[in-house]
């Protein structure tokens, strides 16, 4: 009898969510220091390269590992990480792609998801001199979405900062799932992380700033055409306000 109602629960916890889906916000690249002249030729920059929460929250509610994949000539190119932050360090002189595959939880998918990051040591601007103090930060944003998620997957991760999960279907209710201790899901997070005054704020108040003084921008230039227009037809500019543009 137990076994039965054993099998049930872990039916319901593996039943899709129709109509439904999971997005995930996540930022991978790299940060690379220049360490001086007095450095070795062939040691000439440490580096991490990194995937993290959008604003640092814990991805190892959905991450189980993730693998990077190095150039060939490093000692035992293929690195595993078992646990966040999911990151990796090395030292070296040469830019190369790396690969980063992601491999999730089993509730969440049997699929693994491949990054291409290619390792950034120099500063892309010709005129950009190295300096050790101030590093080269080559970012990315993407979001993994997660479609028709399982009950389980969905009930298990419904409050967590780090992920987005939208309003539920109409008829849809959630199984129980125990409660996560909240000093575990803060243990993986970027916050206090070293390097994170380097880090690029990718949230969507600051997303939100830019779009706003990108407008403004645009508004300000419709208004000085406007005004060009005007004189060219020999008639007085008009002022408009930034609601009427």
Do not use: C
Request: net charge negative.
């Amino acid at each position: 009898m137990l076994k039965s109602s054993d099998d049930s629960e872990k039916k319901n916890l593996a039943r899709k969510v129709k109509d439904s889906e999971i997005s995930v916000p996540i930022v991978y690249g790299n940060i690379a220091f220049w360490l001086g002249k007095k450095a070795s030729e062939y040691q000439s920059h440490k580096w991490t390269v990194y995937v993290r929460g959008a604003a640092n929250e814990d991805l190892g509610v959905v991450i189980k590992r993730a693998s990077f994949q190095l150039h060939s000539s490093f000692n035992n190119p293929t690195r595993i990480v078992e646990s966040p932050p999911f990151e990796l360090s090395e030292s070296g002189w040469g830019e190369f792609e790396i690969v980063i595959t992601l491999h999730f939880h089993s509730d969440v998918t049997d699929k693994p998801l491949h990054l291409y990051h290619h390792l950034k040591l120099y500063p892309g601007d010709e005129s950009g001199s190295l300096s050790t103090k101030k590093p080269v930060v080559v970012e990315s944003y993407d979001e993994i979405v997660f479609p028709e998620p399982s009950e389980g997957f969905l009930s298990r991760v419904k409050d967590h900062p780090a992920v987005n999960v939208p309003r539920l279907p109409a008829g849809v209710t959630l199984p129980p799932v125990p409660m996560e201790d909240v000093d575990k899901r803060k243990r993986g997070d970027t916050n206090d992380h070293p390097l994170s005054q380097w880090f690029a704020n990718f949230s969507e108040a600051d997303e939100l700033l830019k779009l706003a003084g990108a407008r403004q921008q645009v508004q300000a230039h419709i208004a000085r055409l406007r005004r060009q227009l005007s004189l060219m037809d020999g008639q007085p500019p008009q002022l408009k306000s930034a609601s009427d543009l």
